[in-house]
């Protein structure tokens, strides 16, 4: 099972300013979630 430090569920301008954020503190592992339409 992988491992992450911090796990961001959403990708908007918020959660991935979020994400970026994490790293720039230091997380080495950073995940961002996204629901893909059903579509797809």
Do not use: H, T
């Not at 908007?12 to 339409?37: F, H, I, T, Y």
Request: aromatic share 2%.
């Amino acid at each position: 099972m992988a491992e992450y430090d911090v796990i961001v569920v959403g990708a908007g301008n918020a959660a991935l300013a979020a994400a970026v954020s994490a790293r720039e503190q230091g997380a080495a592992r950073v995940l961002a979630l996204e629901k893909a339409p059903e579509e797809l």
